[in-house]
């Protein structure tokens, strides 16, 4: 992937409680980070390629769990 690359990142919350987010970014999403959707705290358990990364675009499915409340 170039240095201009991005990836669209589809986030799906386990519970259902969240209807999840579909999102760009600039790094690949990684299992243990954590990311803040509508004011709520989640930590990403697992990633998966959805279609094999190719130039400067990649698309994955990270699915989440709720953590906490955003300060």
Not at 17 to 35: L, S, W, Y
Not at 41 to 69: N, Q
């Amino acid at each position: 992937m170039s240095d201009r690359n991005y990836y669209k990142v589809s986030y799906v919350i386990e519970d259902g409680a969240h209807p999840g987010k579909i999102a760009d970014r600039q790094q690949q999403p990684a299992v243990g980070e954590e990311v803040v959707l509508d004011g709520a705290v989640y930590v990403i358990v697992e990633v998966d390629e959805l279609i094999a990364a190719r130039d400067d675009f990649g698309f994955v499915h990270a699915t989440c769990r709720y953590l906490r409340d955003a300060d």
